[in-house]
């Protein structure tokens, strides 16, 4: 996976249940999905242009991914193989996901856009657009305490 493979990881998040690691990687433009005992490949999940970061939802069984150079947002299982469930067309450059604590829905920043768009997390459909005024860096949600 050097150089001359095409691989360029840039982040990684670890599964909820411990078992995984994704490895966001720019030269496939998705994810490699790595045993996270023996770090031994499982699996490329293709998503978008330039993938840039995913998270989980709350129960660890659906992985959102972010990408920098798409216009799309992409869910996918987290059991092999991976199926992609849905693939979210939100604006240019939805750089970073992040899921409300109740898994009902998705937030993705649209850096290039100045907004953030509410996905619903079962279907893909955006439902909501906010305009911002600026573009937005990160975004993240948690829940009350």
Do not use: C
């Not at 411990?18 to 999940?45: C, H, Y």
């Amino acid at each position: 996976m050097g150089k001359s493979g095409g691989s360029r990881p840039f982040m990684l998040t670890a599964s909820p249940d411990g078992k995984t690691v994704w490895v966001q990687e720019r030269g496939s433009n998705g994810n490699v999905v790595l045993d996270a005992i023996t770090l031994e490949p499982f699996s490329r999940v293709p998503t978008g242009e330039n993938v840039i970061m995913n998270t989980f939802s709350p129960d660890g069984t659906v992985s959102y991914t972010a990408h920098s150079k798409d216009t799309v947002v992409v869910a996918n299982s987290v059991e092999a193989p991976f199926t992609e469930l849905w693939r979210a067309t939100v604006g240019t450059s939805p750089s970073k996901v992040a899921v409300h604590p109740n898994g009902e829905f998705v937030y993705a920043t649209i850096s290039k856009e100045a907004a953030v768009a509410v996905i619903n997390a079962a279907t893909g459909d955006v439902v909501q657009r906010i305009e911002m005024g600026t573009d937005p860096n990160t975004i993240f949600v948690r829940e009350r305490a």
